[in-house]
């Protein structure tokens, strides 16, 4: 398994609080991204890292930022929760010179009331 | 805009009965198409990697192949532990995203 993990695993928060989500691998791997998976919609991207400070947005950016300090450490943050980001978010990460495959971590159940 | 779709969206299996799941895709400049097994409450599970068309790949039971418009993911013989959601996924040429379908849900009966 690619060394990917993510905190907290579940999440219950009120809305209108800030959350922060964390993504840690020990692969050394250049990309890094967060996704959130719906029923219906699929995985989609949220945002995604191609470096230390180096960011960009996904399809489903509105309501989220993300910061990477560290190659190994990608957060995501969640300003003023709302009922609609209620989801299941993954981190993935890639290598992204040559083999383009990305690894999944293993989820974060978060649920706004 | 890159567009997957994935049929069927369910497909329930007696054991040792093959079939295909399929993935069809639009997309300017493909780099990869991706197969990935999901479990519940699990992450995505990379399977292969398919880059241009004519490409097939195997691993146990799985086969999968690749043409200019869409993906098979043949199983062969399936077994109970093959039951998961299947994802597949496109990469075009000009950025580092994959684009998702929503997914087929395979479930092999004993």
């Known amino acids: 398994d690619a060394g990917i993990t993510q905190s907290p695993r579940h999440k219950v928060t009120e809305t209108g609080t800030p959350v922060t989500l964390r993504c840690h691998q020990t692969?050394?791997?250049?990309?890094m991204y967060w996704y959130r998976q719906d029923p219906g919609h699929g995985l989609r991207l949220i945002h995604y890292s191609y470096g230390v400070k180096d960011t960009d947005k996904g399809e489903v950016s509105d309501g989220y930022s993300v910061s990477r300090s560290k190659t190994e450490d990608f957060l995501l943050t969640l300003e003023s929760a709302t009922s609609s980001q209620t989801s299941v978010y993954f981190c993935a990460i890639s290598s992204g010179t040559g083999y383009y495959e990305q690894y999944f971590g293993p989820g974060t159940r978060l649920t706004v009331t | 805009e890159d567009q997957v779709t994935q049929s069927p969206e369910a497909l329930r299996l007696q054991e040792g009965e093959s079939s295909s799941l399929n993935c069809s895709y639009t997309?300017?400049?493909?780099?990869?198409l991706f197969w990935y097994r999901q479990d519940p409450g699990k992450g995505p599970e990379f399977l292969f990697t398919?880059?241009?068309a004519g490409e097939e790949k195997e691993k146990e039971r799985l086969k999968a192949t690749l043409t200019k418009k869409e993906s098979f993911l043949h199983i062969t013989a399936p077994k109970p532990e093959d039951t998961a959601t299947y994802l597949c996924a496109v990469q075009a040429s000009r950025n580092e995203k994959l684009t998702f379908g929503t997914g087929t849900r395979l479930t092999i009966i004993p």
């Open positions: 398919l880059y241009s």
């Open positions: 997309v300017s400049g493909l780099r990869g």
């Open positions: 692969e050394n791997h250049r990309y």
